[in-house]
Structures are given as C-alpha cells and as structure tokens.
C-alpha cells in the first residue's frame, strides 16, 4: 500500500512508516519563517531520542528502545495478565529535507509525547549558480 505514488512531496519521505501503533507518526507543516515536524513519541524521554542531520540534507530521528524496568524480586512475584506495552522497538524516520532549511538553526524539544522539530527557513538570497563551460573544436 502506497499512498505517496504521485504525491509530489512524496520525495521528502525517505522511509514512509508502517507502524502498528501510534509511535513514530508525523505531521510536517510550514509558515514563512520555518518547517515544523511533529512526530508522536509516546512513553520516550529527551535522552531516548535522537536527531541528527546525515548527508548535508537528511533529518534521522531515532528513538531508542523503552522498557519497562521491573525488578528481579518482583518479576518472580508478578503475574502478568497483558503486556501489550511492555518494550517498544524504538522507531526511525528519515526526511529529505528541503533546499531553504537553516540546518545550523535547527531545534528539537520533546514534551507530553510529542516531538516538536522546527526546522527555521534560510532566507538569505542564494546567488545563481552559473558554470561556464569551456567550448572547444574537439570533444
């Protein structure tokens, strides 16, 4: 199942998500000054998260398997009737990110579950790139 087919942002989703639950998924949007990406990261604390940018121009964001810590004593004295949150296998989302990002200005903060990227716009003028090509008589 591909929704992004056709979908001409669908170059900044390096690996689009499958997820069976609520971890990892995103929302991106834009103003004039800056890109925004909310990404839902449940039961993940600041130091279980990692942002970095790879390649000049790829945001990774990682999150670091969470456990639950549970003593040996009372693990022999537990009786477990559902485990359905016990261990997350962390998540990764890679985004192609755009030309006008100031990847030096980059900021991130995590609160209440949720991941908040802002991604500030560069938006200083870009000089044109011209290249003159030397012509000669022989290739």
């Known amino acids: 199942m591909s929704i992004l087919f056709g979908d001409p ?80 296998n962390g998540f990764k989302r890679e985004i192609e990110l755009p030309e006008d990002v100031n990847i030096d200005q980059i900021k991130a903060q995590v609160e209440n579950g949720l991941l908040t990227i802002v991604l500030p716009k560069d938006v200083t003028p870009k000089p044109a790139k011209v290249r003159n090509i030397r012509v000669s008589s022989k290739l």
């Open 9 to 88: 942002f669908r170059r900044f989703f390096v690996n689009p998500p499958i997820y069976s639950s609520k971890t990892g998924l995103m929302d991106w949007f834009e103003t004039s000054e800056s890109h925004f990406i909310k990404i839902n990261v449940p039961g993940y604390s600041k130091d279980d998260i990692q942002v970095q940018v790879e390649e000049g121009n790829r945001l990774v964001v990682k999150g670091d398997s969470v456990k639950q810590q549970v003593s040996k004593e009372k693990e022999i004295n537990t009786i477990w009737h559902v485990a359905e949150r016990d261990g997350v």
